[in-house]
């Protein structure tokens, strides 16, 4: 008898537990589970446990970005940027910066883009301070992607989670 209400008091627990999870958005592009909610790592996932009523949404199409050595020197192009940070006058990043820089870095180099990252002279992109508002006595680092059309870049920021710093009409230089 012991035994068995104890393995009632498990199954109702675990039933019980599953359903307090945070449901995860189904228009998120993005594929990272939820963290910070208090339940236990260990914890086994369930699978098929309830039907949803509602289907599941397609995952975001995302639109061909210019590949960095595709970018032409005096071309206009549409800039998406994912994150912007300030360097110090040497170009120099500190290292809590750097972290958020390789994190949006490789967010884009999982959905297969190659992005355009790193400190440099925001200066070669004329449009960008103008367009994000960004301090002329100040240098940045950036990551980024280019797209040929304004409704490339739209389609790709619609799509993106975790969402971006910007985007900017500009013309390249000091690309020879």
Same mark, same amino acid.
């Not at 960008?128 to 280019?146: C, G, H, K, S």
């Given at each position: 008898?012991?035994?068995?209400?104890?393995?009632?008091?498990?199954?109702?627990?675990?039933?019980?537990? !599953?359903?307090?999870?945070?449901?995860?958005?189904?228009? !998120?592009? !993005?594929?990272?589970?939820?963290?910070?909610?208090?339940?236990?790592?260990?914890?086994?996932?369930?699978?098929?446990?309830?039907?949803?009523?509602? #289907?599941?949404?397609?995952?975001?199409?995302? #639109?061909?970005?210019?590949?960095?050595? @595709?970018?032409?020197?005096?071309?206009?192009?549409?800039?998406? +940027?994912?994150?912007?940070?300030?360097?110090?006058?040497?170009?120099?990043? @500190?290292?809590?910066?750097?972290?958020?820089?390789? %994190?949006?870095? @490789? !967010?884009?180099?999982?959905?297969? +883009?190659?992005?355009? %990252?790193?400190?440099?002279?925001?200066?070669?992109?004329?449009?960008?301070?103008?367009?994000?508002?960004?301090?002329?006595?100040?240098? +940045?680092?950036?990551?980024?992607?280019?797209?040929?059309?304004?409704?490339?870049?739209?389609?790709?920021?619609?799509? +993106?989670?975790?969402?971006?710093?910007?985007? %900017? @009409?500009?013309?390249?230089?000091?690309?020879?």
């Amino acid at each position: 008898m012991v035994t068995i209400l104890i393995s009632v008091v498990v199954a109702v627990s675990g039933c019980d537990s !599953s359903t307090d999870r945070p449901v995860a958005a189904t228009t !998120s592009g !993005s594929a990272q589970p939820a963290t910070g909610t208090g339940e236990p790592t260990g914890a086994p996932a369930t699978t098929g446990a309830q039907p949803s009523s509602t #289907p599941a949404a397609a995952p975001p199409d995302f #639109p061909p970005a210019v590949a960095p050595a @595709k970018l032409e020197h005096g071309r206009t192009y549409w800039g998406v +940027y994912v994150t912007v940070v300030r360097t110090d006058d040497n170009f120099q990043i @500190k290292p809590e910066d750097q972290n958020r820089l390789d %994190a949006a870095e @490789k !967010s884009l180099t999982d959905l297969g +883009y190659e992005p355009d %990252a790193g400190a440099y002279d925001v200066g070669c992109e004329q449009g960008l301070r103008e367009q994000l508002r960004l301090d002329p006595q100040r240098n +940045y680092a950036t990551v980024r992607i280019f797209f040929a059309e304004q409704a490339m870049a739209q389609q790709f920021v619609k799509a +993106y989670q975790p969402g971006i710093v910007g985007t %900017a @009409k500009v013309t390249l230089y000091c690309m020879d």
